[in-house]
């Protein structure tokens, strides 16, 4: 008491789900004390350990291991969303000196 709510969606810009979320749910957001979410990409820490994460044993590249065309098909994906994330980032991110470009490359 009060009540926990736990939303999940798989990765993506909440712009492109947030219209089809059910109002109830919307107003559980408007209406919560408090919000917490899975990566905090603002934390020194939480940057430093996905870039760890990122990186393949012996200096390995994505190209070296995944069959060419879905390389090319990743490739081609990761160009559009980096294009994309300005048109993303929020006025609270903005305001807080994040770029598109920084939050890119700390998750990718």
């Given amino acids: 008491d009060p009540p ?17 979320i059910p109002e109830n749910t919307k107003r ?7 919000v917490f979410f899975e990566l905090d990409l603002t934390d020194p820490y939480t940057i430093s350990a996905l870039t760890t994460c990122q990186l393949l044993p012996k200096g390995e590249n994505l190209s070296d291991v995944l069959p060419g065309e879905l390389y090319r098909r990743l490739k081609r994906h990761l160009e559009y969303v980096k294009g994309q994330m300005p048109r993303w980032m929020t006025p609270d991110q903005k305001g807080r000196g994040l770029y598109a470009d920084y939050l890119f490359n700390a998750i990718t």
Avoid: K, L
């Fill in 4 to 20: 926990s709510y736990f939303f999940g969606t798989i990765h993506v810009p909440y712009t492109r789900v947030w219209e089809h």
């Fill in 28 to 34: 559980a957001f408007h209406m919560a004390d408090n």
